[in-house]
Nanobody
Framework: QVQLVESGGGLVQAGGSLRLSCTAS????????MGWFRQAPGKEREFVAG????????YYTDSVKGRFTISRDSAKNTAYLHMNSLKPEDTAVYYC???????????????WGQGTQVTVSS
């Protein structure tokens, strides 16, 4: 079992930055793949970024490439989604999730955090 807790959302003006945190507990020693997803009102949950929990290739959806990056503090068992040059269309609830393998399909993920709201004003 893995427990995930996100934090760091908030209200920011367009062009601003936020850093989301995802703290994992439980059986995180397994080589899970961690994905960041977001869901805007009336829209389906979409893959934003992801990487293996223990490092490796990082994947980004096209709309956030060059603006969002993932990092991790292994001592804190926490991953971060650094979001820069935010746009109003980035407004959504953001989730981190764990899966056994790399996937952009949210249906395949086993463990989810509670989500954190990001609102970008124009």
């Amino acid at each position: 079992q893995v427990q995930l807790v996100e934090s760091g959302g908030g209200l920011v003006q367009a062009g601003g930055s936020l850093r989301l945190s995802c703290t994992a507990s439980g059986r995180t020693s397994s080589d899970y793949f961690m994905g960041w997803f977001r869901q805007a009102p009336g829209k389906e949950r979409e893959f934003v970024a992801g990487r293996s929990w223990n490092g490796g290739v990082t994947y980004y959806t096209d709309s956030v490439k060059g603006r969002f990056t993932i990092s991790r503090d292994s001592a804190k068992n926490t991953a971060y989604l650094h979001m820069n040059s935010l746009k109003p269309e980035d407004t959504a609830v953001y989730y981190c999730a764990f899966n056994r393998v790399y996937s952009r399909n949210y249906h395949s993920y086993d463990y989810w955090g509670q989500g954190t709201q990001v609102t970008v004003s124009s």
